[in-house]
């Protein structure tokens, strides 16, 4: 059974710095990312982590600077470091796990995504 748990939100406050973190466990997977929904928007790419063949990293622009996504392979977790947290930040963090690999896998689509987690909460205070 494959299960993705992330943990790690909480409140802070604009300026601050936090780390979420998602254990995955149940089978393999070729890449991770974080995706992230505020109140009455749609759920959208923030970062991902793909280790087929080499370890490559994707961010969304808007967030290229201050969140960086990691990997502990002897954990299977990856993690999200926000550094500067903004009040726009506030939302419910998704990790997913995917499969795909190659030219053809385009890691910002939520399409290429099987396996979601149940979300943790991050709210920014300004």
């Known amino acids: 059974q494959v299960q993705l748990v992330e943990s790690g939100g909480g409140l802070g406050q604009a300026g601050d710095s936090l780390r979420v973190s998602c254990a995955a466990s149940g089978r393999t997977f070729n890449a991770m990312a974080w995706f992230r929904q505020a109140p009455g928007k749609e759920r959208e790419f923030v970062a991902a982590?793909?280790?087929?063949?080499?370890?490559?990293?994707y961010y969304k622009n808007s967030v290229k600077g201050r969140f960086t996504i990691s990997r502990d392979n002897a954990k299977n977790t990856v993690y999200l470091q926000i550094n500067s947290l903004k009040p726009e930040d506030t939302a419910v963090y998704y990790c997913?796990?995917?499969?795909?690999?190659?030219?053809?896998?385009?890691?910002?689509?939520?399409?290429?995504?099987?396996?979601w987690g149940q979300g943790t909460q991050v709210t920014v205070s300004s």
């Open positions: 982590l793909s280790w087929s063949g080499s370890t490559t990293t």
């Open positions: 997913a796990a995917s499969r795909c690999s190659g030219p053809g896998c385009y890691l910002p689509s939520l399409a290429n995504y099987y396996y």
